[in-house]
């Protein structure tokens, strides 16, 4: 049994308090980032693929949801939504049959080039509430939790 002293230093415990405050944190941009792309016509993971292909250039299926964090099956229903609408096409590799690439179209990049510079404003102004070297600084130790990877 755990006695309500004990749950109250659960709840005290930096570790802990810092996961809340970073869920929740994460949560609130993320609503706030999908609400703006949302407003500019696209869903998340619409974006997501057509931002990857717009600034990487073309990517292996296989790679888009490895760097987008979308199974295989995803991917597949994503890309032929945006193939169907004209934002991108597949193109296969001569080299390897297995390997298929999703290219983004032109209309893709002047839909991205058009919606893109106002959402990066939005961006910066979720962000705005951290000066320069504070936002260095949570780049810097976001990156260090995140790369402590505990088997």
Not at 55 to 69: D, V
Not at 90 to 97: E, L, M, Q, T, V
Not at 99 to 126: Q, Y
Not at 129 to 139: N, P, R
């Amino acid at each position: 049994m755990h006695t309500s002293q004990q749950l109250n230093e659960k709840k005290q415990d930096p570790s802990l308090k810092l996961f809340v405050v970073l869920a929740k944190s994460y949560r609130s941009v993320m609503e706030q980032v999908e609400k703006d792309i949302q407003s500019r016509g696209l869903n998340l993971t619409d974006f997501a693929v057509l931002e990857l292909l717009y600034h990487k250039g073309e990517q292996p299926l296989q790679k888009i949801g490895e760097k987008i964090l979308l199974t295989s099956g995803s991917i597949t229903y994503v890309v032929n939504k945006l193939e169907r609408k004209g934002y991108l096409k597949r193109k296969p590799n001569p080299a390897d049959r297995r390997v298929t690439f999703a290219v983004i179209e032109e209309k893709g990049t002047e839909l991205l080039s058009r919606i893109f510079p106002g959402h990066w404003d939005k961006i910066k102004e979720l962000m705005s509430v951290l000066d320069e070297d504070e936002k260095v600084f949570a780049i810097n130790i976001l990156k260090k939790l995140g790369k402590n990877e505990m088997e």
